[in-house]
Every structure is written in C-alpha cells, then in structure tokens.
C-alpha cells in the first residue's frame, strides 16, 4: 500500500526537495508496514540522501494523526536512543511529512535468524536501560492503549461465532485476567509499545529501532514482551521458549496483548490498510498459544 515519490503531493515533493538543497534525482520505496503512505529512500542530484515518510487524509484519516505523533516523539527523542535522527517534519495541504536521516541498514531476515533475534534483544534490552526513568514526556502505557488492551472483556458483549473454543470457555477468567494490565504495565521506562521485524534495521552489529508513534512510559521489559508474538509467527522461537518468566505481571500484559489481537483479527479491515487484520490474526494465534501455557487452564 506504498505510495510512490511520483504520487506525493507535488507542493510537498518540492518543500523536500528545498529542504535536501536539490531536486531528487533517485526515490527507492521501500516495503513493509501497513500505513498507506509513501516510505521512501531518496538521493538529491547533489548526492544528499534521506529517509522521507509522508501521508495524506486519504485513504485512512487515522494515518495522520499518527504521523503528527510520531513527528512529536522522533523530535524529541535524545541522541543515545538508537533510532535514525529525524532532520524536519511539516504539514502542508493536509499532509504529513517526517524526514530523516538515512540509515544504510535491512530489516531482519524472515523467517528470525537466531543470531539476528539474539542481536536485537540484546539491543532492546539496552535501549530499555538507557531509557529509564524516560527522558521525554509521553503519555503513559495505561491511557496509551486503554481503549485497545480490552479485547477479551469487549468480546464479553460482541458476537464470538468462530473465537477459539479455549478462549470462550474461559472468556469470563481473560477479562478479569486482561482488566489487570494497567498496574502491571506501570513503570518509568520509555518504551517504543510497538516492535516488530519491520520496525527493525539492522546495520552490522548495530540495531536502529524505527516508527515511534505509539511511544508510552511503562514496565521496562513491555517491548520484549510485546514484540514476541510477532517473532513467532515470522519463523522464530515461540515466546515461551525466549521468556520462561512465570511473573504474573507479564501474564497479564500476557493477557492483554493476546485480546487485543484476537479480537481486532475480527474486525473489518481499516480504509487503505487491507493487511494489518491478517498480520493481527496471525499473531494472535501465536499470543493465545503463550497465553494457555503461561495461565495452565485447561
């Protein structure tokens, strides 16, 4: 759902362009995510490159708001955080457009090399430990996503033709398991709330961590656990083999995580984002699967 440089807003295609000191002489899109908006590698006919993001309010009106707080966050994020240095952003004629600084990096492999996971929660871990307490002002990880971590207890009032015969006959335990999230989440950490392969840019040893949108203050190892989920069901180990923890704090953020997916993987698929509910679904399966290991409800 890429949008191609040649498809951008010609005002913004030129404030770039007069921001980077010369016309683009080479655009490469590139791929993954779920946004419809353009994420495109760029050289000036001067040689200078950069890293550009941009979004109109069509199709998906949503996408710009996010835009704006990932604008927000990159801006303020300190140079120690691993991420690529955001050089400007600006609104013009209803779009949303972030430049950076280009990173000469990939995305881990697909299906997870063990050897790339290894290096990247490495770096997560790191990243969590420089980032505490937070070093910016975010919103914390409890209103960040109170109206999201709720699948199980909205899926109490909803239609659940076809939900797993596990989660129905516990659907009333997941709720008040789920409800619990919030005070196991707190904590005074910076986290990024959504990684995952895509996110990721792997240069030598080095990990950049990309897309801050949904930056929060919460728990510490929130990003870990979050982002397992999505190592699973793209060919790497299953999440209890890489977090054994029998906390039952992570259970219920546990719990959280698998509701979310589970029940957004039902809805109809967002305006111009006709993938993101298969990509929920998938790792649903995957986070319902922790979930039954971690509660041993049979």
């Keep these: 759902m890429r949008v191609p440089w040649p498809e951008i807003h010609p005002a913004v295609r030129e404030a770039v362009e007069e921001f980077l000191g010369g016309p683009v002489a080479e655009a490469v899109t590139q791929t993954g995510g779920f946004s419809p908006a353009a994420a495109v590698r760029v050289r000036t006919a001067g040689g200078r490159r950069a890293f550009v993001k941009a979004v109109g309010p069509e199709p998906n009106p949503d996408s710009v708001r996010i835009y704006r707080s990932e604008a927000e966050i990159a801006a303020a994020l300190p140079v120690s955080v691993p991420a690529p240095r955001l050089l400007t952003s600006f609104d013009?004629?209803?779009?949303?457009?972030?430049?950076?600084?280009?990173?000469?990096?990939?995305?881990?492999?697909?299906?997870?090399?063990?050897?790339?996971?290894?290096?990247?929660?490495?770096?997560?871990?790191?990243?969590?430990?420089a980032l505490t307490p937070a070093p910016i002002s975010a919103p914390t990880i409890a209103r960040r996503y109170a109206d999201a971590f709720r699948g199980w207890r909205d899926l109490l009032t909803e239609d659940t033709t076809g939900l797993d015969p596990w989660a129905l006959r516990h659907l009333a335990a997941l709720a008040d398991l789920e409800s619990g999230w919030p005070e196991a989440a707190t904590g005074d950490t910076l986290v990024h709330a959504d990684l995952r392969a895509d996110n990721l840019l792997l240069t030598g040893d080095r990990v950049y961590v990309v897309d801050w949108p949904w930056a929060c203050v919460g728990v510490a190892w929130f990003d870990r656990v979050a982002m397992l989920p999505s190592v699973g069901m793209q060919g790497g180990p299953q999440p209890h083999e890489l977090l054994p923890d029998p906390d039952p704090a992570v259970t219920a953020v546990v719990a959280a995580i698998a509701g979310f997916m589970v029940r957004h993987g039902r809805l109809p698929d967002p305006p111009g984002l006709p993938t993101v509910r298969a990509f929920q679904r998938a790792q649903g399966v995957v986070a319902l699967e922790w979930l039954k290991q971690r509660t041993g409800w049979v």
Excluded at 92 to 113: K, M, N, Q, S, Y
């Design 92 to 129: 013009l004629d209803g779009w949303v457009t972030l430049v950076f600084e280009d990173i000469d990096g990939r995305h881990p492999a697909l299906p997870w090399r063990r050897d790339e996971l290894d290096l990247v929660l490495g770096a997560v871990e790191r990243m969590s430990a």
